[in-house]
Structure formats: structure tokens, C-alpha cells
């Protein structure tokens, strides 16, 4: 369909064709009609199909001709500043776009400037928690990946927020983007919307398995793949990139992805030409000039991009994953290696995928077979719109019979039915409390008619489902975070607190304990660091066999603990991963390099940062609940919040207060006697860039922030460098 014929906003239409965009795929314009009238609308259709497209039309043509605001939710980071960015050729026609997804205590007022609001799904429900008075005025929210309801540890607040918006706000159009399943109709159904369904592709997708040197595909057709090497992987990834295409291998686990890189490496290399190197250099001189400190995790990145290739998984730091994925998007990276949160994430679309791990590791369960549903996810990302004509997502077999077993299990078969997460306790208490604690359920009525709103109660067995609510009420009341007055549920003021913080009631429980224990005893930095990393929202580091040194240290550590251990072997388990990932925190705040924790916690950096961001949002809520329950220790958990922050010791705390100097280049100025801001007080700008990683621009830097401002050549510097 032209959108010149869509009925679409004209302004709107002039927007999209600076873009190149000037057609609308069937599944699009069968869903134009009811997104533009203002029906909530499910649409489920395949990565690469044009959801998204959708979602914008609808927003910015009720916005055009109605007025309000609209709120873009997305599960990750990296999608809400993809969205952003997509969303912001609309600026030319007046709207005006909003992204936030950070601190969870704030209602950030500023959001209320934007006509659209991009948003992670744990931001919005904050925002809703803190009773945002733009609420009322959103008339359009879309819900990308709503098949994520499906994930335990994010689906219970993505359904949580439809459910209130459909209370509060019942004529906001709910707009809901979803990957192709087998139950979408249920969905639509509980959204009372119009489902838009369809496996038509902008690039065919051939799903196939490889064995004895050719591809057999779902439709018949077969490929014989010859190459310079007799390793199956290696043959399939030549063949595709020295035909000019790009490929994306998916593993089970982030060492396959470092390992395997470094292999295709050599391979790749060989066909680059001169200017392709030229490129990859540029690109690797551009990630590093966003690093702090070195560390050999990203000199092993540097050393695959160099060649062409590169891994992707959740020990990266965001630069580091942005950098991957943006040289992919441009073509300069010819492979990537990822794990599978890679399908989840960002549009990235190779010509060919290839998907070596049909099974994977579980805890308790040993190795199991991958979701169909995330095997479909995989193999989505096939097809280059605008560059291929077809993708290719391959599989590998190591006989005929599993090459059969692999058509009929995966390829051949429809993906899962997707069911509700929010019948778990740790969802059910984080998100009743917030419910009483905003006023939005008040008694028994109100708790279960809110409940019998969700996707949940749509597929539960109501006598179960009632008693999972008792349950969950029970412990709030029970450990005071609400109280019973005349029949009516009232937030406390923990209760209250506990809510605004957006944490889990029972780490907000646990740190009040330990805030008790703690009074009138010389508590250490270790046993408040163990206090946060021994709650349920912080995902302990994994106790390898090697790790045999955290339980000598904890027997030297008796009595230092807030949290005590149980001696039951599972729990004393889980009673030193805790110590581990406390111990890892305690090293950070001394100053280890990041390399040395990257080599003794056998960790990434990108895991250093997840640990130290959640550590220190934990801390804050324990500084908070101190004000009640152990005023005393206000003071060392503020100091300790912030080196955590910064990754210091105590003594660096003035200087990192300065923009720009993070630790490094703090602790370079506290060595040369330079150990408080007073002490860079007129001292020459030339001695103190001559300092160790400071330099001129950040001496003057600092010059100015002090109030002795100098002058870079002609100008004054306007802006201050990260470190």
C-alpha cells in the first residue's frame, strides 16, 4: 500500500519519505486502519515485518489531530535509545520525543515537556508509582515485545502496567508489538483488541540444517557449501561472507562466544581488503577513547574486531555492545558471536544465522533444549532488508536422525503459547504493595478485582489464584509494609518507602534487619557490601569449584556479617556466592583493576558494572531506611554508596566530586600530593597537566570548575570529557 493512499497525516507522510519510506507492508497496512482509529491493536508478525512502523504511525497522527502525550515501553536500555532515535524525525513536525530509563526513585517532572516518552518497563512503572500528573494524558501506549510477559523476571511488571493503564487511563489505545505466537489471540483478547497476525517477511527467511556439506531447507531446495576448511561452523560462515554477506552465530554461554570469535578470526581476516582495515581501525580507536581503564577482556574484543569479527554477551559494558552493534549495522563487522539476548535486542539482521546451541545449561535441570520460541527469535535476525533477498538461518546436524529432529522439533513446529509470570510471590508482594501504596487497591475488593484485570487471572485457576494473593498480602501486613484499618490496606511508611525505591519487599526487609543488627557494633564496608548482595535483587556471582578462597575467607570473617549463614548446604551455598559478589564489591572500592577482577572473579566487565549499578541503587535504599532505623550509620553508607559508585577508596571522595575525574585520574592527582580540590588551588595549570593521565584539556577543566577559569587557545572550554 502507498502511504500516500493510507489515510495517514500528510505531515506525517512528508516525515516518512525523507526517510526512503513510502510503502507499507501487507501486515502494516492491515493494521493501519485500526491503529488509526484508535483500537487497541495486537501485532504479532516476524522480526524485520514492520511493527515498530505501526506503533509510530499511531502515536503520531492521535497526537497530530488529538493532542496528549504517548509512552513508548521497551523491556532493554539499548531498545529504548534505538526507539529514541527512530522516534525523533518526528521533531519536525512539533513533537517533541523523551527518553528515560535510569534512577527508579524519581518522577523526574522534566518528562513532562515531551509529547512522547520513551521508557523501559521498570521506568514506567515507577513513574507510575510516583503518580506522574502527565498519566492522564497519555492517549497511545505501546508495548513492544509484549511476548516478554512470558519472562519471569520482567513479564510481571510489563503486565502490571497494562493492567493499571487499563484502570486508569481505559481510553488510552493500547498498541502491542509481538513476535509470532502460538496464543496471541489470548493476548488480545485480555487487551480487548484487534489481533493482526501474519508470517509474511520484507526478506523470505529459508530456515535449514547442514549435514555432509549441504544445507537442506524448509522448502525443498538443498545448497552445497564448499569452503578452504572441513569444520562445519567455519565452512558456513566462509561462505557467506566471501559472497559479501554478513553472519550471526548464537551459542549457549558467554565462553563460547569469546572462543569462537577468536577462531573465525583468522578466517574472516583473510578476505578483508585495505580499506575494510582501514575501518575496523577507526573503529576500535573509537571504543577505546571510551574506556577508562584497559583490561585484557577488551583487548580480546579489540583483537577480533581487528579481524572483522566480534562477540556480543552480557560481560560487555555498554560501549562495548554498542560499538559491536553499530559496526555491524554499517557493515564494517562481517561476524558476530552472541548469546542469545542478542535476538532480544536491537534490530541487527545478518544474511545468514547460524544457530550452533539447540540445548543449554539449567541449574537443577542439567542441559535442556532451547524455547522454540527463541529458537524462531534467532533465526529472525535473517535477512537484510534493502541488501538481501533472502535470509538463511541454519542449524548444524551431526547425523540424519538429528538433522530429522531438528526440522520436525524446530523448524517445522510452532512456537510455545506464552503465560503469565505474575502468580510468583516475589512479584505478587513487590506489586500489591505498590498498588496499596499508590492508593490504586484499598481493600479485598479492590486487590482482587486488580488482579482479575491481568493476563494472570485470564489463565489461572481462581482458587489458586486467590491463594497466592492471601499469601502475598499476608507477608506485606505481616511485616508491616501495610496495615489494615477498618478493613482498608494502608501503606506504611517502610511500606511506602519500600514501594518508591522500587525494590523487592523482602530485600527491603532483610535490610532493615541488618540495619537493626548493625546498631551500637563497628560494622565494616564488607558487611554492609554482603547485607545488599545477600537480597533477592541481586544476582550473586556463581560459585565455581575454583572459588574455594571465599569460603576460607568467610571463616576469617565471623562476625562481620548482617546476614548470618545457615549451615544447610544449599543455603550455605548461596550464603558464599553472596560473599563472592561482596567480596568483588569490596575489591572495586579498593581500587583493584579491572583486569585483576576480571581474571580472579572470571567475570566480564560488563559484569562489574550490572553488580556495582544494582549494588549501589541497594545501598541508597539502606541509606534511606537507616534515617528510621539506625540513624548513626547514615553517614558511612552515604561515603560507601559513593565509592561504590566511583570505584574508590574514602580518601579519593573530595576529588572525584570534580567532572571528569573518576578514579584514575583521582587517584593519579592524590599521588602527587594533590589529595584535596583546596590543594589544586592556584597551582600552575601546566604542573597539574603534567600529572599521569590529566593532561592540558583536563587541567583546565579542572582550573575552571574551581573557579580560576583559563582559557584554551583563543576560546574558553565549554564542555568537560568523561574519564
Not at 520484507?202 to 564448499?226: C, H, Q, T
Request: charged letters at 25%; glycine letters at 6%; hydrophobic letters at 40%.
Amino acid at each position: 500500500m502507498k502511504l500516500e493512499k493510507s489515510g495517514v497525516d500528510q505531515r506525517i507522510i512528508d516525515v516518512l519519505k525523507e526517510q526512503g519510506i513510502t510503502d507499507l507492508y501487507p501486515p502494516q497496512a492491515e493494521a493501519l486502519k485500526p491503529a488509526l482509529s484508535g483500537e487497541n491493536i495486537v501485532l504479532s508478525v516476524p522480526t524485520a515485518a514492520g511493527k515498530s512502523l505501526v506503533a509510530y504511525l499511531a502515536i503520531a497522527n492521535r497526537l497530530l489531530n488529538s493532542g496528549g502525550k504517548a509512552l513508548y515501553v521497551v523491556p532493554l536500555r539499548a531498545l529504548a535509545q534505538e526507539k529514541f532515535e527512530d522516534l525523533k524525525m518526528f521533531k519536525k513536525i512539533g513533537l517533541k520525543v523523551g527518553l528515560s530509563t535510569g534512577d527508579l526513585d524519581e518522577s523526574n517532572p522534566w518528562l513532562s515537556r515531551y509529547d512522547i516518552i520513551v521508557c523501559t518497563s521498570e521506568k514506567a512503572d515507577s513513574l507510575l508509582r510516583h503518580g506522574v500528573k502527565w498519566r492522564s494524558k497519555i492517549k497511545v501506549l505501546v508495548v513492544d515485545e509484549i511476548h516478554l510477559i512470558h519472562d519471569p523476571s520482567r513479564g510481571p511488571t510489563l503486565e502490571v502496567i497494562i493492567a493499571r493503564f487499563k484502570a486508569l487511563n481505559p481510553d488510552t489505545q493500547i498498541v502491542a508489538l509481538s513476535a509470532t505466537i502460538a496464543n496471541a489471540l489470548d493476548l488480545a483478547e485480555w487487551l480487548d483488541a484487534k489481533l493482526v497476525s501474519s508470517d509474511w517477511r520484507p526478506v523470505v527467511l529459508k530456515e535449514g540444517v547442514f549435514y555432509k556439506n549441504e544445507i537442506e531447507f524448509d522448502d525443498g531446495s538443498k545448497k552445497a557449501i564448499k569452503g578452504p576448511v572441513k569444520k562445519s561452523l567455519e565452512m558456513l560462515v566462509d561462505d557467506a561472507v566471501s559472497d559479501g554477506g554478513q553472519v550471526l552465530v548464537f551459542v549457549n554461554n558467554r565462553r563460547s562466544t569469546v572462543s569462537l570469535a577468536s577462531k573465525l578470526s583468522a578466517l574472516i581476516a583473510e578476505g578483508l581488503s585495505d580499506s575494510e582495515k582501514k575501518e575496523l581501525s577507526e573503529l576500535i580507536n573509537s571504543l577505546h577513547s571510551t574506556i577508562a581503564e584497559s583490561t585484557s577482556f577488551g583487548q580480546k574484543l579489540s583483537s577480533c574486531l581487528e579481524h572483522g569479527v566480534a562477540f556480543h554477551n552480557a560481560g560487555l559494558t555498554s560501549a562495548q555492545r554498542k560499538t559491536v552493534e553499530q559496526g555491524f549495522k554499517s557493515h564494517i563487522i562481517k561476524c558476530i558471536v552472541a548469546t542469545p539476548t542478542l535476538a532480544a535486542g536491537v534490530n541487527i539482521p545478518a544474511r545468514r544465522v547460524i544457530i550452533r546451541d539447540l540445548w543449554r545449561y539449567e541449574s537443577n535441570y542439567g542441559m535442556t533444549p532451547i524455547p522454540i520460541l527463541e529458537y524462531k527469535q534467532q533465526a529472525g535476525r535473517a535477512g537484510r532488508p534493502q541488501y538481501d533477498e533472502e535470509g538463511e538461518a541454519i542449524t548444524i546436524a551431526k547425523n540424519s536422525d538429528q538433522r530429522d529432529q531438528i526440522f520436525y522439533n524446530y523448524i517445522m513446529s510452532d512456537t510455545e503459547p506464552i503465560y503469565s509470570k505474575l502468580g510468583s510471590q516475589p512479584a505478587l508482594r513487590m506489586h500489591l504493595l505498590a498498588a496499596i501504596a499508590t492508593r490504586f487497591v484499598e481493600n479485598d475488593e479492590s486487590v482482587y478485582s486488580f488482579i482479575d484485570s491481568t493476563f494472570y487471572s485470564c489463565q489461572a485457576d481462581s482458587f489458586m489464584l486467590k491463594q497466592e494473593v492471601d499469601e502475598a498480602l499476608s507477608f506485606l501486613l505481616e511485616n508491616d509494609f501495610v496495615e489494615e484499618i477498618d478493613s482498608r490496606y494502608m501503606a506504611t511508611l517502610f511500606g511506602s518507602r519500600t514501594s518508591a525505591l522500587y525494590i523487592d519487599p523482602l530485600s527491603a526487609l532483610q535490610l532493615r534487619n541488618a540495619l537493626k543488627k548493625s546498631c551500637g557494633k563497628d560494622n565494616s564496608d564488607l558487611s554492609f557490601l554482603h547485607a545488599v548482595c545477600s537480597t533477592p535483587d541481586v544476582r550473586s556471582l556463581y560459585l565455581n569449584k575454583a572459588d574455594s578462597w571465599v569460603e576460607e575467607k568467610a571463616g576469617c570473617l565471623q562476625g562481620c556479617f548482617l546476614v548470618e549463614s545457615s549451615m544447610a548446604a544449599e543455603e550455605y551455598e548461596w550464603f558464599l556466592s553472596d560473599l563472592k559478589t561482596a567480596l568483588l564489591l569490596e575489591d572495586w572500592i579498593s581500587e583493584i583493576s579491572e583486569d585483576k577482577l576480571i581474571t580472579k572473579y572470571n567475570i566480564g566487565p560488563g559484569d562489574i558494572y550490572n553488580i556495582v549499578e544494582t549494588a549501589e541503587w541497594l545501598l541508597h535504599a539502606t541509606r534511606e531506611f537507616a534515617r528510621t532505623y539506625n540513624f548513626d550509620c547514615v553517614s558511612e553508607v552515604t561515603d560507601l554508596t559513593l565509592r561504590v559508585h566511583n570505584g574508590c577508596k574514602k580518601e579519593l571522595l573530595n576529588l572525584i566530586s570534580l567532572k571528569g575525574i573518576g578514579r584514575v585520574r583521582a587517584r593519579s592527582l592524590f599521588n602527587e600530593g594533590f589529595k584535596t580540590i583546596s590543594d589544586l588551588r592556584g597551582v600552575p595549570v601546566d604542573r597539574i597537566a603534567g600529572v599521569k593521565t590529566i593532561g592540558k584539556v583536563i587541567a583546565q577543566n579542572i582550573k575552571k570548575q574551581i573557579g580560576e577559569n583559563e582559557k584554551v587557545g583563543n576560546r574558553e572550554l565549554k564542555e568537560f570529557y568523561p574519564r
